[in-house]
Protein backbone atom coordinates (compact mmCIF):
# COMPACT_ATOMS: atom_id res chain seq x y z
CA UNK A 1 0.00 0.00 0.00
CA UNK A 2 1.51 3.51 -1.05
CA UNK A 3 1.84 5.88 1.46
CA UNK A 4 -0.16 9.23 1.20
CA UNK A 5 1.16 11.28 4.68
CA UNK A 6 1.53 14.32 2.63
CA UNK A 7 -1.66 14.19 0.84
CA UNK A 8 -3.48 13.24 4.00
CA UNK A 9 -1.43 16.72 5.72
CA UNK A 10 -2.49 18.61 2.06
CA UNK A 11 -6.20 17.49 2.65
CA UNK A 12 -6.16 18.52 6.12
CA UNK A 13 -4.66 22.18 4.99
CA UNK A 14 -7.25 22.19 2.06
CA UNK A 15 -10.30 21.05 3.79
CA UNK A 16 -10.22 23.96 6.48
CA UNK A 17 -10.35 26.55 3.65
CA UNK A 18 -12.11 24.77 0.53
CA UNK A 19 -14.77 22.89 1.24
CA UNK A 20 -14.11 18.56 1.18
CA UNK A 21 -10.66 20.35 0.26
CA UNK A 22 -11.24 19.66 -3.84
CA UNK A 23 -12.22 22.09 -6.53
CA UNK A 24 -14.99 19.85 -7.98
CA UNK A 25 -16.70 17.29 -5.73
CA UNK A 26 -16.51 13.90 -8.10
CA UNK A 27 -12.45 14.07 -6.91
CA UNK A 28 -13.80 14.23 -3.48
CA UNK A 29 -12.45 10.44 -1.81
CA UNK A 30 -12.67 8.68 2.04
CA UNK A 31 -10.75 9.13 4.17
CA UNK A 32 -9.07 12.03 1.74
CA UNK A 33 -8.69 12.90 -2.02
CA UNK A 34 -4.51 12.43 -3.43
CA UNK A 35 -3.31 15.50 -4.37
CA UNK A 36 -0.45 15.91 -7.36
CA UNK A 37 2.19 17.46 -8.39
CA UNK A 38 2.50 16.17 -12.35
CA UNK A 39 1.70 14.14 -14.75
CA UNK A 40 3.41 12.48 -17.59
CA UNK A 41 2.05 9.77 -20.36
CA UNK A 42 -0.38 7.31 -18.72
CA UNK A 43 0.82 8.27 -15.20
CA UNK A 44 0.19 11.13 -12.41
CA UNK A 45 2.60 11.90 -9.63
CA UNK A 46 1.24 12.42 -6.14
CA UNK A 47 2.45 14.51 -3.23
CA UNK A 48 3.66 11.44 -1.54
CA UNK A 49 5.58 10.79 -4.69
CA UNK A 50 3.71 7.39 -6.09
CA UNK A 51 3.15 7.13 -9.25
CA UNK A 52 -0.54 5.71 -10.31
CA UNK A 53 -1.39 4.61 -13.40
CA UNK A 54 -4.15 7.17 -14.66
CA UNK A 55 -8.05 5.63 -16.04
CA UNK A 56 -9.67 8.85 -15.70
CA UNK A 57 -7.66 10.77 -17.75
CA UNK A 58 -8.90 13.97 -17.28
CA UNK A 59 -12.43 12.32 -17.87
CA UNK A 60 -11.86 11.66 -21.40
CA UNK A 61 -10.05 14.97 -21.98
CA UNK A 62 -6.18 13.99 -22.11
CA UNK A 63 -6.56 11.68 -24.75
CA UNK A 64 -3.32 12.00 -26.07
CA UNK A 65 -1.51 11.39 -23.00
CA UNK A 66 -0.32 14.03 -20.20
CA UNK A 67 2.15 16.51 -21.37
CA UNK A 68 2.01 15.30 -24.98
CA UNK A 69 4.79 17.29 -26.83
CA UNK A 70 3.44 19.25 -29.74
CA UNK A 71 0.92 20.58 -26.85
CA UNK A 72 3.18 21.12 -24.18
CA UNK A 73 5.45 22.97 -26.73
CA UNK A 74 2.68 24.78 -28.31
CA UNK A 75 1.21 26.24 -24.85
CA UNK A 76 4.79 26.89 -23.79
CA UNK A 77 5.09 28.91 -26.95
CA UNK A 78 2.09 30.88 -25.99
CA UNK A 79 2.77 31.27 -22.59
CA UNK A 80 6.15 33.08 -23.76
CA UNK A 81 4.56 35.15 -26.12
CA UNK A 82 2.49 36.80 -23.02
CA UNK A 83 -1.06 36.88 -24.20
CA UNK A 84 -3.78 35.45 -22.40
CA UNK A 85 -7.21 37.05 -22.77
CA UNK A 86 -8.99 40.46 -23.66
CA UNK A 87 -8.19 40.43 -27.23
CA UNK A 88 -8.78 37.94 -29.97
CA UNK A 89 -5.60 35.88 -30.46
CA UNK A 90 -4.41 34.30 -33.67
CA UNK A 91 -4.42 31.18 -32.61
CA UNK A 92 -7.91 31.02 -32.51
CA UNK A 93 -8.02 31.06 -36.27
CA UNK A 94 -5.75 28.50 -36.60
CA UNK A 95 -8.00 25.98 -33.95
CA UNK A 96 -11.25 27.43 -35.62
CA UNK A 97 -9.77 26.26 -38.85
CA UNK A 98 -8.62 23.01 -37.53
CA UNK A 99 -12.15 22.50 -35.95
CA UNK A 100 -13.69 22.78 -38.81
CA UNK A 101 -11.43 21.04 -41.10
CA UNK A 102 -11.52 17.28 -38.61
CA UNK A 103 -15.34 18.01 -38.04
CA UNK A 104 -17.52 17.66 -41.31
CA UNK A 105 -21.43 18.52 -41.05
CA UNK A 106 -21.07 21.89 -38.96
CA UNK A 107 -21.25 25.06 -40.85
CA UNK A 108 -19.71 27.05 -38.06
CA UNK A 109 -17.86 27.20 -34.65
CA UNK A 110 -17.44 29.65 -31.68
CA UNK A 111 -15.19 29.01 -28.56
CA UNK A 112 -15.92 28.73 -24.93
CA UNK A 113 -14.39 27.76 -21.74
CA UNK A 114 -16.18 24.88 -20.35
CA UNK A 115 -19.20 22.12 -21.76
CA UNK A 116 -22.00 23.77 -19.70
CA UNK A 117 -21.45 27.15 -20.95
CA UNK A 118 -21.56 25.73 -24.74
CA UNK A 119 -24.77 24.01 -23.34
CA UNK A 120 -26.55 27.36 -22.57
CA UNK A 121 -25.40 29.42 -25.30
CA UNK A 122 -26.94 26.03 -27.31
CA UNK A 123 -30.48 26.13 -25.46
CA UNK A 124 -30.13 30.61 -26.19
CA UNK A 125 -30.13 30.06 -29.55
CA UNK A 126 -32.78 27.28 -30.07
CA UNK A 127 -34.96 30.23 -27.73
CA UNK A 128 -34.38 32.54 -29.81
CA UNK A 129 -34.81 30.45 -33.06
CA UNK A 130 -37.98 28.78 -32.24
CA UNK A 131 -39.78 31.59 -29.82
CA UNK A 132 -40.46 28.80 -27.35
CA UNK A 133 -39.16 27.81 -23.89
CA UNK A 134 -39.39 23.78 -23.12
CA UNK A 135 -36.23 21.90 -23.76
CA UNK A 136 -36.30 18.03 -23.74
CA UNK A 137 -33.76 15.54 -22.82
CA UNK A 138 -32.88 12.31 -22.47
CA UNK A 139 -32.95 10.54 -18.79
CA UNK A 140 -29.45 9.36 -18.17
CA UNK A 141 -27.52 12.15 -20.36
CA UNK A 142 -25.21 14.39 -18.56
CA UNK A 143 -24.75 18.15 -19.85
CA UNK A 144 -22.97 20.14 -16.90
CA UNK A 145 -24.79 21.28 -14.08
CA UNK A 146 -26.96 24.29 -14.92
CA UNK A 147 -30.29 24.24 -13.52
CA UNK A 148 -32.14 23.09 -16.41
CA UNK A 149 -30.11 20.31 -17.82
CA UNK A 150 -28.73 18.59 -14.66
CA UNK A 151 -32.24 16.90 -14.61
CA UNK A 152 -32.51 13.59 -14.11
CA UNK A 153 -28.86 12.28 -15.04
CA UNK A 154 -28.29 10.10 -12.05
CA UNK A 155 -32.07 9.53 -11.15
CA UNK A 156 -33.39 8.01 -8.17
CA UNK A 157 -35.36 5.64 -10.00
CA UNK A 158 -38.44 5.16 -7.33
CA UNK A 159 -39.17 8.75 -8.03
CA UNK A 160 -38.10 9.13 -11.85
CA UNK A 161 -42.04 7.40 -12.65
CA UNK A 162 -42.76 4.90 -15.19
CA UNK A 163 -40.80 5.04 -18.74
CA UNK A 164 -44.30 5.97 -20.80
CA UNK A 165 -44.35 9.29 -18.49
CA UNK A 166 -40.57 9.80 -16.91
CA UNK A 167 -40.68 12.59 -14.01
CA UNK A 168 -38.29 15.49 -13.96
CA UNK A 169 -35.84 15.24 -11.12
CA UNK A 170 -33.81 18.09 -9.77
CA UNK A 171 -30.10 16.93 -9.48
CA UNK A 172 -29.12 19.16 -6.42
CA UNK A 173 -30.09 21.22 -3.41
CA UNK A 174 -30.91 24.89 -4.56
CA UNK A 175 -32.04 24.20 -8.09
CA UNK A 176 -34.52 26.12 -9.76
CA UNK A 177 -37.71 23.91 -9.31
CA UNK A 178 -39.72 25.34 -11.86
CA UNK A 179 -37.20 25.17 -14.22
CA UNK A 180 -36.58 21.44 -13.54
CA UNK A 181 -40.35 20.84 -13.75
CA UNK A 182 -40.36 22.37 -17.15
CA UNK A 183 -37.85 19.94 -19.10
CA UNK A 184 -39.58 16.82 -20.71
CA UNK A 185 -37.56 13.28 -19.97
CA UNK A 186 -37.19 10.91 -23.01
CA UNK A 187 -36.45 7.13 -22.92
CA UNK A 188 -33.17 6.90 -24.62
CA UNK A 189 -33.11 4.38 -27.70
CA UNK A 190 -36.78 3.77 -27.38
CA UNK A 191 -38.47 4.92 -30.61
CA UNK A 192 -42.08 4.47 -29.78
CA UNK A 193 -42.41 6.14 -26.22
CA UNK A 194 -40.10 8.73 -27.54
CA UNK A 195 -42.30 9.98 -30.50
CA UNK A 196 -45.48 9.55 -28.60
CA UNK A 197 -44.01 12.18 -25.89
CA UNK A 198 -42.87 14.23 -29.01
CA UNK A 199 -46.06 14.01 -31.00
CA UNK A 200 -47.97 15.20 -27.67
CA UNK A 201 -45.17 17.96 -26.89
CA UNK A 202 -42.85 18.69 -29.78
CA UNK A 203 -44.52 21.76 -30.83
CA UNK A 204 -44.03 23.38 -27.64
CA UNK A 205 -40.28 22.46 -27.28
CA UNK A 206 -37.09 24.69 -28.44
CA UNK A 207 -34.74 21.77 -27.91
CA UNK A 208 -34.12 18.27 -27.62
CA UNK A 209 -30.56 17.48 -25.93
CA UNK A 210 -29.30 14.80 -25.83
CA UNK A 211 -25.48 12.68 -25.47
CA UNK A 212 -25.26 10.47 -29.06
CA UNK A 213 -23.32 7.89 -26.96
CA UNK A 214 -23.98 8.14 -22.64
CA UNK A 215 -20.81 8.21 -21.43
CA UNK A 216 -21.14 9.99 -18.74
CA UNK A 217 -23.09 7.03 -17.21
CA UNK A 218 -20.51 4.16 -19.12
CA UNK A 219 -20.95 3.36 -22.71
CA UNK A 220 -24.47 3.84 -24.19
CA UNK A 221 -24.65 4.50 -28.05
CA UNK A 222 -28.09 5.37 -29.28
CA UNK A 223 -28.84 3.75 -32.10
CA UNK A 224 -29.11 4.89 -35.69
CA UNK A 225 -32.76 4.41 -35.49
CA UNK A 226 -33.28 6.65 -32.37
CA UNK A 227 -30.96 9.06 -33.85
CA UNK A 228 -32.77 9.11 -37.22
CA UNK A 229 -36.31 9.03 -35.59
CA UNK A 230 -35.46 12.62 -33.30
CA UNK A 231 -34.28 14.33 -36.77
CA UNK A 232 -37.35 13.65 -38.49
CA UNK A 233 -39.34 14.85 -35.03
CA UNK A 234 -37.28 18.08 -34.95
CA UNK A 235 -37.86 18.79 -38.66
CA UNK A 236 -41.52 17.91 -38.04
CA UNK A 237 -42.08 19.54 -35.31
CA UNK A 238 -39.88 22.63 -35.51
CA UNK A 239 -37.82 22.40 -32.58
CA UNK A 240 -33.62 22.76 -32.42
CA UNK A 241 -31.70 19.07 -32.42
CA UNK A 242 -28.60 19.22 -30.17
CA UNK A 243 -25.99 16.75 -29.62
CA UNK A 244 -23.45 17.27 -26.79
CA UNK A 245 -20.33 15.72 -28.29
CA UNK A 246 -18.77 17.01 -25.20
CA UNK A 247 -16.81 13.25 -25.27
CA UNK A 248 -18.00 11.67 -28.40
CA UNK A 249 -16.34 14.54 -30.46
CA UNK A 250 -12.87 13.51 -30.74
CA UNK A 251 -13.02 10.89 -28.75
CA UNK A 252 -14.81 8.38 -31.02
CA UNK A 253 -13.95 9.96 -34.09
CA UNK A 254 -13.08 13.62 -34.98
CA UNK A 255 -16.27 14.68 -36.08
CA UNK A 256 -18.02 12.50 -33.59
CA UNK A 257 -21.31 10.46 -33.86
CA UNK A 258 -22.72 13.17 -35.86
CA UNK A 259 -20.32 12.68 -38.36
CA UNK A 260 -20.19 8.15 -38.08
CA UNK A 261 -23.81 8.08 -37.98
CA UNK A 262 -24.60 10.15 -40.62
CA UNK A 263 -27.31 11.64 -38.84
CA UNK A 264 -26.30 15.78 -38.65
CA UNK A 265 -28.09 17.97 -35.43
CA UNK A 266 -28.63 21.32 -35.87
CA UNK A 267 -26.22 22.52 -32.77
CA UNK A 268 -23.40 20.34 -31.45
CA UNK A 269 -21.26 20.77 -28.41
CA UNK A 270 -17.76 19.86 -28.40
CA UNK A 271 -14.59 20.17 -25.90
CA UNK A 272 -12.75 18.11 -23.52
CA UNK A 273 -10.05 16.35 -25.83
CA UNK A 274 -9.62 19.07 -28.55
CA UNK A 275 -7.43 20.83 -26.59
CA UNK A 276 -5.74 17.52 -24.57
CA UNK A 277 -6.76 18.89 -21.32
CA UNK A 278 -6.85 22.56 -21.83
CA UNK A 279 -9.81 24.40 -20.55
CA UNK A 280 -11.71 24.57 -23.76
CA UNK A 281 -15.18 23.47 -25.28
CA UNK A 282 -17.27 24.57 -28.35
CA UNK A 283 -20.27 25.23 -30.05
CA UNK A 284 -20.50 24.44 -33.83
CA UNK A 285 -23.78 24.14 -36.31
CA UNK A 286 -25.57 25.21 -38.83
CA UNK A 287 -24.72 28.78 -40.17
CA UNK A 288 -28.50 30.48 -39.71
CA UNK A 289 -28.65 28.98 -36.32
CA UNK A 290 -24.62 29.85 -34.95
CA UNK A 291 -25.03 33.68 -36.86
CA UNK A 292 -27.40 34.31 -34.01
CA UNK A 293 -24.95 34.92 -31.88
CA UNK A 294 -23.40 37.55 -33.70
CA UNK A 295 -23.29 41.24 -31.61
CA UNK A 296 -26.64 42.73 -31.51
CA UNK A 297 -28.63 39.93 -33.25
CA UNK A 298 -30.32 38.09 -29.95
CA UNK A 299 -28.47 35.51 -27.84
CA UNK A 300 -25.72 36.77 -25.66
CA UNK A 301 -21.84 35.21 -26.30
CA UNK A 302 -19.67 37.18 -24.13
CA UNK A 303 -16.75 35.93 -21.52
CA UNK A 304 -13.29 36.98 -20.68
CA UNK A 305 -12.05 33.73 -21.43
CA UNK A 306 -13.62 32.58 -24.11
CA UNK A 307 -10.51 32.13 -26.61
CA UNK A 308 -8.29 32.15 -24.28
CA UNK A 309 -4.77 32.56 -25.46
CA UNK A 310 -3.18 29.17 -23.90
CA UNK A 311 -6.61 27.26 -24.71
CA UNK A 312 -6.64 28.04 -28.43
CA UNK A 313 -2.38 27.69 -28.69
CA UNK A 314 -2.85 23.94 -27.46
CA UNK A 315 -6.36 23.21 -29.68
CA UNK A 316 -5.04 24.47 -32.75
CA UNK A 317 -1.84 21.65 -31.86
CA UNK A 318 -3.92 19.21 -30.91
CA UNK A 319 -6.69 19.09 -33.42
CA UNK A 320 -4.92 18.46 -36.79
CA UNK A 321 -3.72 15.51 -34.34
CA UNK A 322 -6.80 14.46 -33.83
CA UNK A 323 -8.50 15.20 -37.41
CA UNK A 324 -7.49 12.14 -39.18
CA UNK A 325 -8.88 9.46 -37.22
CA UNK A 326 -5.66 7.44 -36.55
CA UNK A 327 -5.33 8.26 -33.19
CA UNK A 328 -9.46 7.45 -32.33
CA UNK A 329 -8.89 4.21 -34.58
CA UNK A 330 -5.89 2.85 -32.35
CA UNK A 331 -7.61 3.76 -29.03
CA UNK A 332 -10.17 1.76 -30.63
CA UNK A 333 -8.14 -1.17 -30.85
CA UNK A 334 -6.74 -1.32 -27.89
CA UNK A 335 -10.09 -0.97 -26.51
CA UNK A 336 -10.98 -4.25 -28.14
CA UNK A 337 -8.46 -5.89 -26.60
CA UNK A 338 -9.04 -4.67 -23.10
CA UNK A 339 -12.58 -6.00 -23.14
CA UNK A 340 -11.88 -9.04 -24.78
CA UNK A 341 -9.45 -9.79 -22.05
CA UNK A 342 -11.80 -8.60 -19.37
CA UNK A 343 -14.49 -10.83 -20.74
CA UNK A 344 -12.16 -13.83 -20.43
CA UNK A 345 -11.37 -13.15 -17.05
CA UNK A 346 -15.19 -12.43 -16.60
CA UNK A 347 -15.97 -15.52 -17.31
CA UNK A 348 -13.14 -17.56 -15.48
CA UNK A 349 -13.94 -15.59 -12.33
CA UNK A 350 -18.13 -16.60 -13.09
CA UNK A 351 -18.67 -12.86 -12.76
CA UNK A 352 -21.71 -10.80 -14.60
CA UNK A 353 -19.57 -7.97 -15.67
CA UNK A 354 -18.62 -6.81 -19.46
CA UNK A 355 -16.19 -4.09 -19.92
CA UNK A 356 -17.69 -1.57 -23.01
CA UNK A 357 -15.17 0.31 -24.81
CA UNK A 358 -15.43 2.92 -27.99
CA UNK A 359 -12.64 5.62 -28.92
CA UNK A 360 -10.53 6.21 -26.03
CA UNK A 361 -13.36 5.59 -23.34
CA UNK A 362 -14.02 2.32 -21.21
CA UNK A 363 -16.74 1.44 -18.99
CA UNK A 364 -17.34 -1.72 -16.65
CA UNK A 365 -20.59 -2.60 -15.95
CA UNK A 366 -21.42 -5.78 -12.78
CA UNK A 367 -24.68 -7.02 -14.59
CA UNK A 368 -26.69 -9.64 -16.62
CA UNK A 369 -27.91 -8.64 -20.13
CA UNK A 370 -27.25 -5.84 -22.49
CA UNK A 371 -27.58 -1.85 -21.14
CA UNK A 372 -29.23 0.08 -23.69
CA UNK A 373 -30.35 2.89 -21.08
CA UNK A 374 -30.46 4.59 -18.45
CA UNK A 375 -32.62 2.45 -16.90
CA UNK A 376 -30.59 -1.03 -17.18
CA UNK A 377 -27.37 0.65 -16.48
CA UNK A 378 -28.65 1.27 -13.02
CA UNK A 379 -28.97 -2.49 -12.42
CA UNK A 380 -25.31 -2.29 -12.01
CA UNK A 381 -24.23 -3.90 -8.76
CA UNK A 382 -22.75 -1.07 -6.93
CA UNK A 383 -21.04 -3.77 -4.13
CA UNK A 384 -19.39 -5.68 -7.28
CA UNK A 385 -18.10 -1.94 -8.37
CA UNK A 386 -16.69 -1.12 -5.08
CA UNK A 387 -14.53 -4.74 -4.76
CA UNK A 388 -13.59 -4.30 -8.37
CA UNK A 389 -12.02 -0.74 -8.24
CA UNK A 390 -10.91 -1.01 -4.27
CA UNK A 391 -8.31 -3.72 -6.13
CA UNK A 392 -7.38 -1.23 -8.72
CA UNK A 393 -6.61 1.44 -5.55
CA UNK A 394 -4.72 -0.65 -4.30
CA UNK A 395 -2.33 -1.25 -7.34
CA UNK A 396 -2.35 2.79 -7.62
CA UNK A 397 -5.01 2.85 -10.68
CA UNK A 398 -6.92 5.59 -10.40
CA UNK A 399 -10.39 5.62 -11.32
CA UNK A 400 -14.09 7.02 -10.57
CA UNK A 401 -15.49 5.55 -7.76
CA UNK A 402 -19.60 6.13 -9.19
CA UNK A 403 -20.49 2.86 -10.36
CA UNK A 404 -22.41 5.00 -13.62
CA UNK A 405 -19.51 7.08 -14.39
CA UNK A 406 -16.82 6.45 -17.36
CA UNK A 407 -12.91 5.86 -17.74
CA UNK A 408 -10.65 6.12 -20.50
CA UNK A 409 -7.35 5.37 -22.02
CA UNK A 410 -4.80 7.53 -24.18
CA UNK A 411 -2.84 7.50 -26.69
CA UNK A 412 0.24 7.04 -24.05
CA UNK A 413 -1.63 3.49 -22.69
CA UNK A 414 0.77 1.28 -24.72
CA UNK A 415 1.17 -2.31 -24.67
CA UNK A 416 3.19 -2.82 -21.73
CA UNK A 417 0.38 -1.10 -19.30
CA UNK A 418 -2.38 -2.54 -21.24
CA UNK A 419 -1.19 -5.85 -19.86
CA UNK A 420 -0.69 -4.32 -16.28
CA UNK A 421 -4.46 -3.26 -17.03
CA UNK A 422 -5.65 -6.80 -17.94
CA UNK A 423 -3.65 -8.06 -14.81
CA UNK A 424 -5.42 -5.28 -12.83
CA UNK A 425 -8.83 -6.47 -14.05
CA UNK A 426 -8.41 -10.03 -13.59
CA UNK A 427 -7.84 -9.49 -9.93
CA UNK A 428 -10.55 -7.02 -9.27
CA UNK A 429 -12.73 -9.91 -10.94
CA UNK A 430 -11.44 -12.18 -8.63
CA UNK A 431 -12.30 -9.92 -5.87
CA UNK A 432 -15.81 -9.96 -6.62
CA UNK A 433 -16.28 -13.24 -6.98
CA UNK A 434 -14.47 -14.13 -3.72
CA UNK A 435 -17.16 -11.43 -1.71
C1 LIG B 1 -21.38 15.14 -22.15
C2 LIG B 1 -20.98 16.30 -21.29
N1 LIG B 1 -21.60 17.47 -21.47
C3 LIG B 1 -21.31 18.55 -20.75
C4 LIG B 1 -20.36 18.50 -19.77
C5 LIG B 1 -20.04 19.72 -18.97
O1 LIG B 1 -18.79 20.16 -19.33
P1 LIG B 1 -17.90 21.02 -18.30
O2 LIG B 1 -17.55 20.12 -17.17
O3 LIG B 1 -16.73 21.44 -19.14
O4 LIG B 1 -18.75 22.18 -17.88
C6 LIG B 1 -19.68 17.31 -19.54
C7 LIG B 1 -18.66 17.21 -18.49
O5 LIG B 1 -18.37 16.21 -17.92
C8 LIG B 1 -20.00 16.17 -20.32
O6 LIG B 1 -19.39 15.01 -20.13
Not at 43 to 59: E, K, T
Not at 231 to 250: M, N, P
Amino acid sequence: MSNHTQSADLFERAAAIVPSGVSTNTRSRQPHPLYFTSAKGAHAFDADGNRHLDLIMGNGAVMLGHGYAPVQEAVARAIAAGLTCGVEAVAMVDAAEAFMSAVQWPDMVRFTNTGTEAVQHALHIARHATGRTRIAKVEGSYHGWSDEVFVSVWADLAKAGSADAIKPLAQFAGQRCDLVDEVVVLPFNDVERTLAVLDQLGGDLAALLLEPVMIDIGFIPATTDYLKALRRAADKHGFVLIYDELLTGFNLAPGGVADTSGVAPDLALFGKAMANGYPMAAIAGREELMRMTEPGKGPAFVGTFNGHGIAVAAAAAALPILASGEVQNTLAERGRRLAASFARAAADAGVAAHLVTGGSHMHWYFLDGEVTDYRSAAKTDGAAYAAFTGELGARDILFLPNPLSHHAISLAHDDALLDEIDVAFAAGLSAVAKR
